[in-house]
């Protein structure tokens, strides 16, 4: 019988038994640790400390980890093998998964439905009894695709390789099955009443899921042909549901601007409002849509990672030990940490209240420098560095010349903007005065809406909506102009000029906590 060897996992508190030599991305992918670089050594994300047990130091630990840190044992997951027992702290905890639980009009009719989110990081589904609209289950999960990488173009690239679009379709589908089985598994008694399954993602989840090529998304223009409704049975996706069941991934409305964002109009009435209305998806790739019922112009900006905490030296995502919102008491800031635990690190939305706090302090200066040069300490064990004060300029310019640019080719400025509805879970957490001190977003604060999770609200619309909606999805794709912000030559010098911080905003006096 082989010998196992044990890996303790703290805080989650489990422990897997492995192989000799099982490498450590593998098997802690199944634990739910990502690799944010797809395990390719570039990114930090994966650190884990040996408390317990031996792992030998890398090259790669050695280029991304300094002394202090390899010394506390601290090494890089995505590079080692598990030779003997190990207890290891995981640097990553759980996220929040942001599910959608409001309630809406909708035309009855039997049998059961499946809405799915199908997100590049998360995935959250819900069965809904569709005769009277109540969701009856909800699931969610980390995309298993994540193993080949945290963002869109890492995914592209592995998908764009010879075998990687299959290898990721095939990733995805098989995810999607046992996530419906789960679902149904809850009614075991109606599990024959499955009639439908509306799936929304952004234009790469679309693809992959549906088995097209991404390669066209790896390279200017960046546009894919395959963008349309998609209607399939099971047996195309090798699901063993009855043939009779219905999936249907809703179109997508160019680049890579996807179907969450069309389910994310249709949850807002962004295309029946009056009055010019904005919708902010951010994330690493940040899409934004402005119009109204008179027409809708989209765009996406490569934002970055550093509202989820990536690529910021003390960053992780919104989840255990991460300080989460930071205010000023007096001329002093308090952070406050997610969990009953220390300060490990700091996510996006700390990020935004610490990067405010510091302008109101004069510890960040406008055009953005550390007072002095010097690294901030907010606690003991996380400081921001000048280089995480750029990151953050870089994604918010992105996010706020998107928004203007898309404004301005509607003949309007930001302050005609009547609502700005903010999606996903950023946009839940965010503290809208932070992100307005920090010129994130630079409409007046009671126009600034947090919308939860508007793309599964869409798909669940599209599940209980009448039988020829889809018709309506065409009319309303058609209504919708994707712009290439990339190819406006105004874009760059909009960008640089919205990389800068706002001098001050007279309507802040203090940060209140959310
Ligand atoms: S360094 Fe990026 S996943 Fe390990």
């Known amino acids: 019988m082989t010998r196992h060897v044990s890996l303790e996992l703290l805080p989650l508190g489990r422990t897997l038994f492995v192989p000799p030599g099982a490498s450590l991305r593998e098997v802690l992918f199944e634990a739910g640790v990502e690799f944010p670089c797809g395990g390719r050594g ?20 050695r280029r991304l980890l300094d002394g202090a840190e390899l010394a506390a044992g601290w090494r890089l997951a995505c590079r080692a093998e598990a030779r003997n027992d190990l207890k290891l702290e995981l640097a990553q905890w759980e996220a929040r998964i942001l599910a959608d639980d409001r309630t809406f009009e909708f035309t009855p009719a039997p049998g059961l439905g499946i809405a799915i989110d199908l997100g590049t990081t998360t995935i959250v589904g819900q069965l809904v009894d569709q005769s009277t609209g109540n969701v009856l289950a909800v699931e969610s999960a980390l995309n ?3 193993r080949h990488g945290a963002d869109l173009m890492s995914r592209v690239e592995f998908g764009s390789a010879r075998g990687g679009g299959e290898t990721l379709t095939a990733l995805i589908r098989g995810q999607l099955e046992q996530l419906i089985e789960k679902l149904l598994e809850t009614q075991p008694c109606r599990r024959g009443e499955l009639r439908q399954v509306v799936l929304v993602g952004n234009t790469v989840m679309h ?3 549906c088995g097209f090529s991404v390669e066209a998304l790896g390279h200017t223009p960046f546009e894919s042909r395959s963008v349309g409704l998609q209607i399939l049975r099971p047996g195309e996706v090798g699901w063993p549901l009855s043939e009779e069941v219905t999936l249907r991934f809703l179109p997508c409305l160019g680049g890579f601007v996807g179907s969450d ?20 998806d951010l994330g690493t790739n940040g899409e934004i849509v402005v119009g109204n019922r008179d027409g809708l112009l989209c765009a996406s900006t490569a934002a970055g990672p550093a509202f989820e905490g990536a690529r910021i030296s003390r960053g992780m995502r919104a989840a255990s030990g991460a300080i989460s919102a930071v205010r000023l008491v007096g001329d002093k800031i308090e952070c406050q940490v997610l969990g009953q635990t220390d300060p490990r690190g700091i996510c996006g939305s700390g990020l ?33 560095t000048q280089t995480d004060i750029r990151e953050l300029q870089l994604a918010k310019g992105a996010i706020a010349a998107g928004l203007r640019l898309l404004a301005s080719q509607l003949g309007a400025s930001l302050e005609d903007l009547d609502r700005v509805h903010l999606s996903g879970a ?4 965010i503290n809208r005065a932070s992100a307005r001190r920090i010129g994130l977003l630079q409409a007046p604060l009671d126009r600034i809406v947090p919308a939860g999770n508007t793309a599964l609200l869409g798909a669940k619309l599209a599940l209980l909506a ?12 058609q209504r919708i102009r994707h712009v290439c912000l990339h190819e406006d030559p105004a874009f760059q010098e909009t960008y640089v000029d919205e990389m800068g911080f706002p001098v001050r905003t007279p309507e802040r006096c203090h940060h209140a906590m959310r």
Do not use: K
């Open 261 to 280: 964002i069309l389910a994310g109009i249709l949850a807002t009435g962004l295309h029946e409002a009056e009055r010019l209305t904005a919708l902010l």
């Open 352 to 384: 935004v209240d610490a990067a405010a706090c510091g302008l109101d302090l004069g510890r960040i200066q406008p055009n953005g420098r550390l007072q002095g040069g010097a690294d901030w300490e907010l606690v003991p064990s996380v400081a921001l």
């Open 42 to 61: 570039r990114c930090r994300g994966c650190r884990v400390r040996v408390l317990a047990g031996d792992l030998p130091m890398t090259g790669d630990d």
């Open 466 to 477: 009448p039988p020829d909606t889809d018709f309506t999805y065409a009319a309303l794709q």
């Open 426 to 429: 950023f946009g839940n957490y």
């Open 207 to 209: 693809h992959l899921f």
């Open 144 to 146: 298993t695709q994540a």
